[in-house]
């Protein structure tokens, strides 16, 4: 059986294509925060659904449409939550956006959760990356 990330991030570069502006879309909680995409923009959807939970480890492993929600009601059956917003919004976009929750003091920054990400860069090429956390913005930015 294949590794169900490299499956989905293949066929996710399949659909984007190499032609064209494209821009992902998610919940559209915060779409408005860098302006809106260009008229001839091509919309796709990040892939979704949370692949694995190592609740002993603090570990989990979700694909970027996965809704905010999803994530912790299933983290929730180990007694467990991230700091991600609540709002409707995707794991992506979340991470994407950097926006803290309201309850950052107690939860944590977004910034300093995030062990790994895997993204499709500019040329829709596959990039795995270790994360620290000065480094995030950046690479996320450059995306």
């Not at 995030?114 to 860069?121: D, E, G, K, N, T």
Request: positive net charge; contains cysteine; proline residues 4%.
């Amino acid at each position: 059986m294949g590794d169900p990330i490299n499956s989905s991030i293949k066929n996710f570069c399949s659909e984007i294509g190499t032609e064209g502006p494209v821009a992902v879309e998610g919940g559209k909680t915060r779409w408005n925060l860098n302006g809106f995409p260009q008229k001839d923009t091509r919309f796709v959807k990040a892939p979704e659904g949370i692949l694995s939970a190592k609740p002993d480890e603090m570990i989990v492993t979700a694909l970027t449409g996965t809704t905010v929600a999803e994530l912790h009601k299933e983290l929730g059956r180990f007694g467990q939550r991230t700091c991600l917003p609540e709002r409707g919004g995707t794991i992506g976009g979340a991470i994407a956006v950097g926006e803290n929750d309201i309850s950052v003091l107690g939860k944590g920054r977004i910034r300093d959760s995030v062990l790994q990400l895997r993204y499709v860069f500019s040329r829709r090429q596959n990039h795995y990356k270790r994360s620290s956390s000065c480094e995030k913005c950046q690479w996320i930015q450059s995306t």
